[in-house]
């Protein structure tokens, strides 16, 4: 069973970067699928991205394409976003998850996919 724990959330103006991690223990990162998911004021949770065990495959949320980039590094056993050009609709509870049975697809963004979740890390984009 893996335990998740996200950092590198905080406070930046529209049009900076933040980079979130998840520390995974108990398991390594490629044994699962992993994803971001948000929750933003007034919003249903949202699935932002999501990576496959081998980080051969990975998909995005049209919202934040071009923008953010999810990866996993094995060796600190870790899943990662990089979040540049960030909007004030950005702001939100950033979690990250894993599942390893990966029963919709090899990079799910969907919350239903997952069974495994961080606490949440803080995002906060001002204009």
């Known amino acids: 069973q893996v335990h998740l724990v996200e950092s590198g959330g905080g406070s930046v103006q529209a049009g900076g970067s933040l980079s979130l991690s998840c520390e995974a223990s108990g398991d390594t990162v490629t044994a699962y699928c992993m994803g971001w998911f948000r929750r933003t004021p007034g919003k249903e949770r949202e699935g932002v991205a999501g990576?496959?065990?081998?980080?051969?495959?990975?998909t995005y949320a049209d919202s934040v394409k071009g923008r953010f980039t999810i990866s996993k590094d094995s060796a600190e056993n870790s899943l990662h976003l990089q979040m540049n050009s960030l909007k004030p609709e950005d702001t939100g509870v950033y979690y990250c998850?894993?599942?390893?049975?990966?029963?919709?697809?090899?990079?799910?963004?969907?919350?239903?996919?997952?069974?495994?979740w961080g606490q949440g890390t803080q995002v906060t984009v001002s204009p």
């Open positions: 998850a894993a599942d390893s049975w990966c029963r919709l697809g090899p990079a799910s963004r969907s919350a239903d996919d997952y069974n495994y």
């Open positions: 990576i496959a065990r081998d980080s051969s495959t990975y």
